[in-house]
């Protein structure tokens, strides 16, 4: 097999510029849009402390995978700590991320609709680089992925290293991706503020 015809890793352009896009539309609607729920303080309330509460365990998730990946994406078959239980789990946690800043928005059809877009689009990524890695690590990746789901965690796999590597810049990086998810707390505060004085127009409101 040439150089030029061996398998390469999945291509992620692709899905960071469909989600660029839907988040771009989703800012959009934001501007335009409120909560349903508005006039209903405590389950309003609610909504939103359980987003943030989302949005928090997916940018600790996220850390926390980075912490057992770092630099051994596509060079190594990871199968301790977070990748354990689930073959993605840096998926699975911006998932729940997106699933979090709908609610923070106080809706629950934002929320069920970002979670069900983002389950999507990652399981098709989860799908290409299922692909590769079979091709590159073979009967090792095969096992790994015979034993451990692809996206929902099953808890009574989890396992652990004695001691983990991790690259400083990595971890940086995705701490720096996570505060997007952060970043939706002050934005929706405020577009609220803004709608309530009056600078922007509520079009419809969303359940």
Request: some cysteine.
């Amino acid at each position: 097999m040439t150089a030029s015809s061996e398998p390469q890793p999945y291509n992620q352009r692709r899905r960071r510029s469909i989600l660029l896009l839907l988040s771009a539309a989703g800012i959009a609607a934001l501007f335009i849009s409120r909560s349903a729920w508005h006039d209903v303080p405590m389950l309003y309330t609610g909504l939103k402390a359980v987003g943030m509460l989302l949005i928090l365990a997916c940018i600790f998730g996220r850390l926390w995978s980075t912490l057992y990946i770092g630099t051994r994406k596509n060079s190594e078959v990871v199968m301790t700590g977070p990748y354990s239980i689930t073959r993605n789990p840096l998926y699975l946690f911006s998932t729940i991320g997106a699933f979090g800043a709908g609610l923070v928005f106080g809706s629950i059809v934002v929320a069920f609709g970002l979670g069900l877009v983002s389950y999507i689009v990652f399981s098709i990524t989860a799908n290409g680089e299922a692909s590769y890695l079979r091709s590159q690590f073979g009967p090792e990746y095969l096992t790994y992925e015979a034993g451990t789901p692809q996206f929902w965690p099953n808890f009574s796999l989890y396992t652990t290293a004695s001691e983990v590597m991790f690259s400083p810049p990595v971890l940086q990086r995705a701490f720096g991706d996570s505060l997007y998810f952060l970043a939706v707390i002050p934005l929706v505060g405020a577009v609220e503020y803004l709608q309530s004085s009056g600078y922007l127009p509520v079009i419809f409101w969303l359940p």
